[in-house]
């Protein structure tokens, strides 16, 4: 008995069972309407309510005497105090990235010697206290009077008398051995985030280790060092108010002295400091960003918009919804 036989439709016929939709020129004219959400306008109404009445009374309050804000903002010894501030951050910055970059290649160094001795740094100066660590440098030179490079035990080609080091060089010294520390880990923590594939590629294409270091490691690890290194320079900016310790009058040197002879002052003096670190943290969230947006044009399918970018859509947008409503009012 033979069995069956089914015959398949035309090629390019719509299945049996697919039902046939017509154009229905009403249905193509209504408009998409979005979803409501009333709760969410809602809570963005009652923050914006209590974030305008926070800094109306803050501008509104006669204690925080905003008229002699300008005065001491701009005032000579604030503005030299904030060059200090610059300075010793900017130096200790790259002393503190140099010496760290060293720090870290030696916890990954596979010489138990040089291994060993680069988790010792790291423990000692994490370890510390800053200010206690700024003590200790201020006092150096009572233990070492001089310091000098030559042979061991044998004649000394150059040496540097400790007791002439001045504040700035002492605190930038402090700063940096600290910052040393905490940065060996960040960059040791993103080198090892690069996955173990890219390294065996490298080697499978003969690559030497210092051409894969600078060519394959670290274009991807600084995708997660620069964040964590950014917020490191933040804490280094808070901590260089620290060398008031050694004698060095920086901003916060600034601030304290001002304050103590002008006591009638003292709540626009303290906004005045906290303004400008506000200012200076906030110049390097900007740089920051850019530097981040730098490094992910290899990860990121689309870089994040700039400020700019943001302001210009927003504005585009805003008007197109706007025209659309003109539209709609109009009945086209």
């Known amino acids: 008995m033979s069995e069956p036989v089914t015959l398949a439709p035309p090629l390019g016929s719509p299945p049996a069972s697919a039902a046939v939709t017509r154009f229905d020129p009403q249905v193509a004219q209504r408009r998409v309407t979005p979803r409501l959400r009333p709760w969410r306008w809602i809570v963005s109404t009652a923050v914006l309510v209590v974030l305008a009445q926070f800094v109306s009374g803050i501008f509104t309050n006669s204690h925080y005497e905003w008229h002699k804000f300008w005065a001491y903002f701009t005032r000579e010894s604030i503005l030299d105090g904030v060059v200090v501030t610059l300075k010793v951050v900017a130096l200790s910055a790259v002393v503190g990235l140099l010496l760290g970059v060293i720090v870290a290649l030696g916890r990954l160094s596979t010489n138990p010697l040089i291994n060993g001795l680069s988790w010792a740094y790291v423990w000692f100066f994490r370890a510390l206290p800053l200010p206690l660590l700024l003590i200790i440098t201020f006092n150096f030179s009572y233990f070492y009077p001089r310091l000098g490079v030559g042979v061991p035990w044998g004649p000394v080609f150059a040496e540097v008398q400790t007791s002439s080091l001045t504040p700035l060089v002492i605190g930038v010294i402090a700063l940096s051995l600290n910052e040393a520390a905490y940065a060996a880990e960040v960059i040791r923590g993103g080198i090892l985030s690069v996955e173990a594939g890219q390294i065996e590629a490298a080697n499978a294409l003969g690559l030497s280790k210092a051409r894969q270091l600078r060519r394959v490691i670290l274009p991807q690890a600084l995708r997660s060092i620069v964040p964590a290194y950014g917020n490191q320079l933040v804490g280094l900016v808070k901590a260089s108010s620290l060398v008031y310790y ?30 400008w670190y506000l200012v200076i943290t906030a110049v390097l969230s900007v740089v920051q960003f850019y530097v981040e947006r730098f490094y992910a044009r290899g990860n990121a399918r689309a870089l994040p918009p700039t400020p700019v970018q943001r302001l210009r859509r927003f504005t585009v947008d805003s008007w197109a919804r706007l025209a659309g409503v003109r539209l709609t009012r109009r009945g086209l």
């Open 246 to 275: 050694v004698s060095l009058l920086d901003l916060f040197g600034a601030v304290f002295v001002l304050e103590s002879r002008h006591p009638e002052s003292l709540v626009p003096i303290l906004i005045v400091g906290a303004a």
